[in-house]
């Protein structure tokens, strides 16, 4: 038997799902629809466009204090692993291992591990391929 030890770190609205062993994570942003739009009000200074905008940015800048960024594919857009049930973005992120350089064993148990974590199956993962 074998175990995979993955750190949660939740947000606002965000949720990081890490294995810091090998590198790998995941960033779970919520449905957008139902976001919300920042206060128009004086008393209140909106640092972005939405409640999930200015989320997504105190997350990330949280992450990247602790090692973690998205990872980017060859067209530099932020490679996803899919949506989850309710139709938010699961956006992968990366870290240096812990472990040193991981096999391609070790990497796939680490991404079905994290797959389990956020909810994805096989149908979610292949439709974020083809989008």
Known sequence: MLFIDVAVVTFAAHCAYLDSRIGTGY?????PES???APTTSLVEATGSSLYAADLRHALGYLSEEGWGL???ENGDVEQAGRTADGGAVLC????PAAGEPCLESLSRSLTALDIAVG???RRRRAAQTS
């Open 71 to 73: 990872l980017l594919d």
């Open 35 to 37: 976001d919300l739009a």
């Open 93 to 96: 992120l990366y870290g240096e």
């Open 27 to 31: 960033l779970v942003a919520p449905a």
């Open 120 to 122: 994805l199956d096989d």
